[in-house]
């Protein structure tokens, strides 16, 4: 897959000079994987009963649905604990991953203001359609959106872990 330079420098600090951080998906079938394999090399991923990462920053996967919210909402309260307990140092990073074109449904959007205090940044990994009829979403050449999304997430951890 060739990158653009257009695409190059919208992406944000390049994953090889992140700090090394845990991916972890808030329940199956949010893109956890996926993500980690586009912030490769600096991304690895952890189980959710593995939020003790140290200073390594974490990364809560969830879909934008109701269902991936609640898990969410989990996880955040599980890492601070995992703060207060000295596993971790930092709160996490909050990655909504939009499961249509639509706009996140009103219980999303509730929850997400609940725990927006709490995390260190959101971001919104948006829908990518050619994903769902391939066997490798990395084949799939980026979006856009896509491309944005995945520099303001390099953005995010390269500036809070700075």
Not at 21 to 40: D, E, N, Q
Not at 61 to 88: D, E, F, K, P
Not at 106 to 115: D, E, I
């Amino acid at each position: 897959m060739a990158v653009t330079r257009a695409q190059r420098a919208a992406s944000g600090p390049p994953a090889d000079v992140l700090p090394p951080v845990a991916v972890v998906g808030c329940h199956g079938g949010c893109g956890s994987t996926t993500l980690a394999r586009l912030l490769a090399p600096a991304a690895r991923e952890v189980q959710r009963d593995q939020l003790h990462t140290g200073d390594d920053p974490l990364l809560l996967v969830a879909r934008g649905t109701a269902y991936g919210m609640h898990w969410a909402t989990r996880g955040v309260a599980c890492a601070h604990q995992n703060i207060a307990s000295g596993w971790l140092a930092a709160p996490p990073l909050l990655v909504l991953v939009a499961d249509s074109t639509l706009r996140e449904p009103q219980t999303v959007r509730a929850r997400l203001r609940l725990v927006q205090d709490r995390v260190r940044a959101v971001v919104r990994v948006p829908y990518v359609p050619a994903w769902r009829d391939t066997d490798d979403p990395l084949s799939v050449p980026p979006t856009r959106p896509l491309t944005e999304a995945l520099a303001a997430l390099r953005s995010a951890v390269a500036v809070r872990t700075a």
